[in-house]
């Protein structure tokens, strides 16, 4: 299955695609908070809906001697680098930008993620958001060489940085079968370079919402949704990189990398519940002496191989 | 045609940002105009069709510049990086050394006599920059790179002589009380 470019004009279809998914991943998430409290799980399914026009409807708090500029870089860019990051993810058959250097661009987006949540910390001159952005640059640290390593895997077996090309290297044989290591580490980068779940700790509750502290109103939709996209900007990398994109039996290759993109990310919804945050600092050791050494193992199985295979 | 417009527009940008850094008055406005700068730079070798080259700066002069917040802290105490202060010292020197800099290279840019291009550029650059890196280039890189690392690590070592880990030992639950920084644990 070959990708092919389409016409600029499908790029707003696209970030409203994005959109639905990551707003269909919240409200999976507001279902299941609703049942763990003990209400009918129909009750949270309109949570992003709800949260939203709440939001939307609330007067936006200042600060002392805030850093306007920098602020609303860090607030709004979560969401533009999610966008950015979908250009060259292939919807089946259909891309909007099949760049040579697909897989550098991603990673590229992802470390700008750095920046912006850092200055969202700065911005509004107030300890506990300044603290929570410090935490995440903390956090950065650990997961990003497991995760360029993770994106390495995918590169090395399809001989290429294109997207294109490693969705159709993976004709017959999902990449996820013989490097699972590397799509758990990305899975779990995924959720690192979000801000969310275990690895939330910028913007946790013991810290006053950390980044999200003194935030209200457009600023924090903005924050919000840009972790949520975010999160399904990486679960459709995740599925297009190792779970075979539009590769399967059926049904048409885009409603497949869909139905991919959601699994991914309603897996990654469900384990959040799961699992507890983990301190940045306790995250460094099991990084850098665990994982990084075993996505170096599976990166050098999937080099071996691809060698052997000549 | 639009290539000379999306040039001329990030070589302005490029320029207004690099101008900023030495403008404005507060240390993240400063590290996040360089990075401005940088990310101009590279999107301008997408021009070139160096796409990897191209985003790679991007990509490395982000995490450069976020890396950079974390010295700020480290290195600053908490005061002066965190409050408005001058991106600017020592100026006279610094203006001569900048403009003779600036001078010799612009003077170069303009007046050697650059040769013309004999061959046409290989196909797949990013597989020839790889082959390059990897193979004629390899012990340079090596070298480099840990003489790279070696610098940091020493730099730091330098810059810190009594960081939490003198203090506080090894797993970091040693005593650290006011007043009992002579004796500190190992």
Known sequence: MSVVEVAVGWVPLA???LLAVAAAAAALDGALAARAAGRPWTAGLPVPWLETARLLRQRRRSTVA?????????RIGLLIAALLMVVVVPLGPWTLADLSVGIVWFNAMDVLVWAFVWLAGWGPNSVHALVGGYRFLAQALSYELPLMFALTAPAVAAGSL??????????????????????????AGVAAFSVWGPFAAAAGPELAGGVLAESSGMDRWLVLAGRWALLAAGSAFAATAFLGGGHGPLLPAWLWTLVKTAAVLALLV???RRLPTVRPERLVTPAWLVVLPLVLLQ?????????GRG | MLDDVVFWVLAAVAVAA???????DSMARATYALAVSFVAVGLALLLFDLPYLGVVVVLMMVM??????????????????????????GKRAALAVSSLTFGLLAAGALFVPWPSRRAAPAGDLVTSLGQAVMG???????????????????????????GRYDRLGEDLQGDDLPGDDQEHRR
């Open chain 2, 64 to 89: 450069e510049m976020a890396i950079m917040a974390i010295y700020m802290i480290m290195f600053m105490g908490m005061n002066p990086a965190l409050m408005p202060m001058s991106m600017v010292h």
């Open chain 1, 299 to 307: 990166l050098l199985v999937v080099s071996v191989v691809v060698v």
């Open chain 1, 270 to 272: 469900l384990l959040r």
């Open chain 1, 66 to 74: 805030a850093d306007r500029p920098l602020a609303a870089t860090g």
């Open chain 1, 162 to 187: 294109r997207l294109g090309d490693v969705v159709a290297e993976q004709q017959g044989l999902w990449f996820v079968v013989w490097m699972p290591v590397a799509f758990a580490v990305f899975c």
């Open chain 1, 15 to 17: 970030a409203v695609l």
């Open chain 2, 18 to 24: 690099g101008i900023a850094v030495f403008r404005v």
């Open chain 2, 136 to 162: 004629s280039k390899m012990l340079v890189m090596m070298t480099v790179s840990a003489v790279l690392f070696a610098t940091i690590v020493a730099a730091l070592v330098l810059a810190l002589p009594r």
